[in-house]
């Protein structure tokens, strides 16, 4: 049967990683006992923790970072542009120079909901909880619970 996985050989993979088909992996960083989904993406520089399930359909682009122990449910997306185009100035296709990457980190123990989009340049902090389908713009506080477009803080841990 045919391995649909591509492993570009620049990963850095941790032990007992499991990566289930149809994943594209390249200049990332997997730590050790983390699960990756089917049809997931990770980009070039993006880290991945220990101990972390990634799920199916998420897309994690480079300047990327999530600590260890981290869920990130169904259909994830991050984002890392602020101004994204096509082309550059004069009409050609743009190169890394004409862009800037804006860096997203996920502490430790946050768990993001399915559907979840998280622009560029933001914290999701240590044990906190993006809900669902929510737009994400702006940092969020450990221990915090967010959810909605934009993404708004509903409370602690259970609220």
Known sequence: MPDYRRIA????????????????LYGCEIG??????????IQKGAKVGARCKIS???????????????????GVTFINDHYPRAT??????QTEADWECRPTLVRKGAS?????TLLGGITI???????????VTKDVPPDTTVAG?????MGGRGS
């Open 32 to 41: 050790d006992e983390t699960r990756i989904g089917t049809f997931v993406e």
């Open 125 to 135: 902090g240590e044990n906190a909880i993006v809900g669902a389908g929510s737009v």
């Open 149 to 153: 477009n934009p993404a708004r803080e």
């Open 88 to 93: 550059a100035a004069g009409g050609q296709l």
């Open 56 to 74: 199916s359909h998420t897309f994690i682009c480079e300047g990327v970072t999530i600590e260890s122990e981290v869920f990130v449910g169904h």
């Open 9 to 24: 050989p620049d990963v850095k993979l941790g032990r007992d990683v499991k990566i289930f088909a149809f994943v594209n």
């Open 112 to 116: 993001i909901g399915s559907g979840a």
